[in-house]
């Protein structure tokens, strides 16, 4: 049994929700026949690919080196996985008071899974969430713009940590002061997790420096950047930090498609579409490309 728990306090100063999820795990190795033990990484099991011959930890391939090599997301037998959320602000004071709810995707709009999360005074809220689920959380508390918060995978036994950031620290510290806000529009914050986060979980320690995001259809401004106390950086073309932030703003609301390249080689990390909705917060995490 292995128990996956993201605490907010360990995680960099703009994350808002931590996630907690239990579930079974395991893993295994096959090793063929004759003086190799693969081929090609079908032939290796679990968190392992094919190197020269060799059944190897996917992290010997780096932060973003296996993409399109980690397997699919398997969905578990269990019918409902139990998550929890803690709404916190920058310095760990709860969001009290408001809903949360659980919403089938793409969207924008919500359809709704379940009754909505009631949130309590420690700024928590549980859930059951179905097993294999690739939805979205959408908020409404207290201090806090309507948020969407984007699962990055669907949910069965590992996941990065999900956030959002509350509506003062939105508005006064990530959005830079050449950007005006257009309440018509939606924005989005990214954020990129490695191929170790995708087999593991997330990792506040993690470096995600040198990751540029497109959004397609583009965004009314640029991205733009954060250093590794969330302040934006003028004239940013890729994170430069830990924290691998990047915010759009003024996004026409809908369905959009959001991409992680890694400037360092020009490779595409991962991709994923994401919901805009006019007014509201998209927080959505983009990671390595799973195999076919």
Do not use: K
């Not at 931590?18 to 679990?46: K, Y």
């Not at 969207?107 to 969430?129: F, K, Y």
């Amino acid at each position: 049994m292995l128990r996956f728990h993201y605490d907010i306090a360990r995680a960099c100063h703009p994350l808002l929700v931590a996630f907690t999820l239990t579930a079974g795990a395991g893993c295994s190795v096959i090793f063929p026949s004759g003086d190799s033990q693969c081929r090609i990484d079908d032939e290796c099991a679990d968190t392992n690919v094919c190197l020269d011959g060799l059944c190897r930890p996917t992290e010997e391939l780096g932060r973003w080196g296996c993409t399109g090599r980690i397997p699919a997301v398997e969905v578990g037998s269990e019918p409902t996985l139990e998550a929890r959320f803690d709404f916190v602000d920058p310095y760990g004071t709860a969001f009290v008071g408001g809903t949360a709810q659980l919403c089938q995707g793409p969207g924008p709009t919500c359809e709704a899974i379940g009754e909505p999360l009631s949130v309590d005074r420690q700024g928590r809220a549980v859930a059951n969430i179905p097993n294999g689920f690739g939805g979205f959380l959408e908020t409404s508390l207290a201090n806090f713009d309507t948020h969407l918060v984007l699962f990055p995978e669907p949910l069965t036994n590992t996941v990065p940590n999900t956030f959002a950031i509350g509506s003062e620290a939105f508005r006064n510290i990530l959005t830079p002061a050449w950007v005006a806000l257009d309440d018509s529009r939606g924005h989005v914050i990214a954020r990129a997790f490695t191929c170790d986060e995708a087999l593991t979980g997330f990792d506040a320690d993690t470096n995600r420096s040198g990751v540029r995001y497109e959004l397609n259809p583009a965004p009314g401004d640029a991205f733009v950047y954060f250093d590794d106390l969330g302040r934006p950086e003028t004239g940013g073309m890729a994170t430069d930090s830990d924290v691998g932030l990047g915010a759009a703003f003024n996004v026409a609301p809908g369905l959009a498609t959001l991409t992680a390249i890694d400037v360092a080689s020009g490779q595409q990390i991962g991709s994923a579409e994401i919901p805009i909705r006019a007014g509201a917060i998209t927080s959505a995490f983009v990671g390595p490309d799973r195999r076919q």
